[in-house]
């Protein structure tokens, strides 16, 4: 089973800032990688898939990037709703999640 | 707009069986792939079974024997039929279509809980 690490658990940053979060991969799955955002109460919202490709609807300050086992998205001017909890998920061998990042208004 | 409802999750006792509906609007179950998620504060998200449009399942290795996903395509529901329940299938258990083997869209999710 592909093990994704997402470090730290919870990062700080206020409105405006850039916030940029990361997944690791126990071994590589090329650029099937996917990245979420969770808010209490609701299942995730797809935002990045493939590494790079912004979902349907998702504003471009959102970015995914990276391949082979460490990944980043980045969030180029955090927004009060971007809050939230940031899982990430690959598909290149079953199907397995990170533990997620919970960003916090600092 | 697409909308995904969970229902049928509730207490249930270890061993006991449980029956989870996935009602679907603005999207066609039976043209879709669909799968079921679950959630845990301590193991986060798993992906538990998929249902292709050909009718072929796959499933965890955690509930491969124990759990049925099928659909209903006159009531454009998708199920999943959970047996041999134990304490470590507690969760909030999501569906969610999956094209190209991510989830585009979810439910907000069903709470089921095994417990004695």
């Known amino acids: 089973e592909i093990v994704l690490t997402q470090s730290p658990a919870t990062l700080s940053f206020s409105p405006g800032e850039r916030a940029t979060l990361s997944c690791r991969a126990s071994?590589?799955?090329?650029?099937?990688l996917a990245w979420y955002q969770q808010k209490p109460g609701q299942g995730p919202r797809l935002l990045i898939y493939?590494?790079?490709k912004r979902a349907t609807g998702i504003p471009a300050r959102f970015s995914g990037s990276g391949s082979g086992t460490d990944f980043t998205l980045t969030i180029s001017s955090l927004e009060p709703e971007d809050f939230a909890i940031y899982y990430c998920q690959q598909r290149a061998n079953t199907i397995t999640f990170g533990q997620g990042t919970r960003l916090e208004i600092k | 707009e697409v909308q995904l409802v969970e229902s049928g999750g509730r207490l249930v006792r270890p061993g006991g069986s449980l029956r989870l509906s996935c009602e679907a609007s603005e999207l066609t179950v039976s043209d879709n792939y669909m799968s079921w998620v679950r959630q845990t504060p301590g193991k986060g998200l798993e992906w538990v079974a998929v249902l292709y449009r050909s009718g072929t399942a796959y499933y965890a290795d955690s509930v491969r024997g124990r759990f049925t996903i099928s659909r209903d395509d006159s009531k454009n529901t998708l199920y999943l039929q959970m047996s041999g329940l134990t304490v470590v299938d507690t969760a909030v258990y999501y569906c969610a279509r999956i094209p190209l083997y991510y989830f585009d869209y979810w439910g907000h999710g069903t709470l089921v809980t095994v417990s004695s």
């Open positions: 493939d590494a790079s």
């Open positions: 071994q590589s799955v090329y650029t099937y």
